[in-house]
């Protein structure tokens, strides 16, 4: 099915399902064929995936698992996190018994402690940093720790323990912050001595994916880690984006597709001319005044005593009707034309005409021999549309 990690991934009380499906729905309906169950090597081959399009972005995520790398590790009742949330959002059938321990710090590891503990299981996280080098988003680990989940932070899993095959502790290593490490962050060091055996009956590692790129590894011009410009190009007419990048939110992933196809259009279209998607608009190009400030509206968020009694309902709710047509009139559409009518009415010579059939981008014609090159209409621009080089 449609929507990747979206629908494989995520768990149902923070993405509902008809939202996603809505969402996909709103693609097709622009034209947009999708076909599924096609496999690159096995039912096309890459050569001629290459010849049948002109543009091709590949967004195949990251959902290969690294290992703990731990005695034990290998058996029974080990899952990676993403296995995981994807057993969970195919509605199979998981009993991780009394026990279960999630190990990491990030999006993945809170979704499945949160994910396991709506199975009625006891959840201890653990994290081999300290909270404030948590990379998950504060909110969640917040809402986790208020569902009763443990989290251990400086620890980590030093071996996992068992009796044949059946799981029975993990034996954990406390950790003490030392020297920054490439990321920045303080490296965690072993305190020698300092372990403790925590009970346990299924291990969850989610300590962090990577592409798996198969078939696909022929579309890199050169092996190992995926370079690119600033529009996401690897290669004549290929472009990426998402987590083949590095791992990081799904708005950051459809910010990477929009504009590898607008760069994508750039190259291919003749009447894309001046688009510069790699050109950011920023705060100074912007009238943020343009609008009597107001603050935005407010989420529901369903009563905390509900989460777990409710597992499968959205935690928090979409705003409504009223409250989207409220908000959307506070937006500027930050580099895009939203026909607010500024240049037409400040410009003395008349260069800007209004098109009968006005749409996003295109609410009138520009006459550039009418200009009389005042700039009126750069200045007056509230949303950093016009500029000097693309008005």
């Known amino acids: 099915n449609t929507g990747g990690m979206l629908r494989y991934g995520i768990p149902r009380y923070r993405l509902p399902r008809e939202i996603l499906d809505g969402e996909v729905r709103r693609i097709t309906d622009l034209g947009v064929t999708i076909l599924t169950g096609i496999r690159v090597g096995r039912d096309i081959e890459v050569t001629e995936l290459k010849q049948r399009h002109s543009a091709l972005f590949v967004g195949i995520g990251a959902d290969h698992p690294r290992q703990l790398e731990i005695p034990g590790e290998n058996g029974p009742g080990v899952l990676a996190g993403t296995q995981f949330m994807y057993r969970i959002n195919q509605r199979h ?9 999630v190990v990491g710090g990030g999006n993945t590891a809170i979704d499945s402690a949160r994910a396991a503990r709506r199975l009625g299981t006891k959840v201890t996280l653990l994290y081999r940093r300290t909270r404030e080098e948590m990379p998950a988003v504060d909110e969640e680990v917040e ?13 980590a899993p030093a071996a996992i323990l068992r009796d044949g095959d059946r799981i029975t502790a993990v034996h954990v290593q406390r950790m003490v912050p030392g ?18 055996d925590l009970p346990a009956s299924t291990i969850i590692a989610a300590v962090s994916q990577y592409p ?18 600033a529009c996401g190009q690897m290669a004549v007419d290929t472009w990426t984006g998402g987590d ?20 994508a259009l750039a190259e291919h279209c003749k009447d894309s001319a ?3 998607p790699s050109s950011p608009v920023s705060r100074e190009t912007m009238h943020l005044d343009y609008y009597d400030s107001r603050p935005p509206v407010k989420e529901s968020v369903r009563p905390s005593d509900e989460w777990l009694s409710k597992p499968d309902d959205e935690v928090h709710q ?5 409250q989207f047509l409220q908000e959307v009139t506070r937006c500027l559409s930050c580099g895009c034309c939203f026909g607010c009518e500024q240049c037409w009415m400040f410009c003395n010579p008349g260069a800007y005409v209004r098109n009968e059939n ?24 509230p949303c950093g549309y016009l500029s000097p080089a693309g008005s």
């Open 143 to 155: 809402e986790a720790l208020a569902e009763g989940i443990d989290i251990h932070f400086l620890a």
């Open 244 to 263: 083949t990048l590095g791992l990081g939110t799904v708005s950051r992933a459809i910010g990477h597709g929009r504009i590898a196809a607008q760069a």
């Open 212 to 229: 798996e790129w198969g078939n696909l590894e022929a579309l890199k011009p050169t092996p190992g880690q995926v370079k690119v410009d």
């Open 358 to 381: 006005g749409r996003p981008g295109a609410y009138f014609t520009f006459n550039e021999s009418l200009c009389e090159g005042c700039g009126k209409c750069i200045d007056v621009c």
């Open 274 to 276: 001046g688009l510069d």
């Open 179 to 196: 020297e920054p490490d490439a990321s920045g962050r303080r490296r965690p060091v072993p305190v020698e001595g300092d372990v403790y």
């Open 93 to 101: 059938h998981l009993d991780p018994g009394h026990d279960v321990i």
């Open 318 to 322: 979409s705003i409504s009707e009223e």
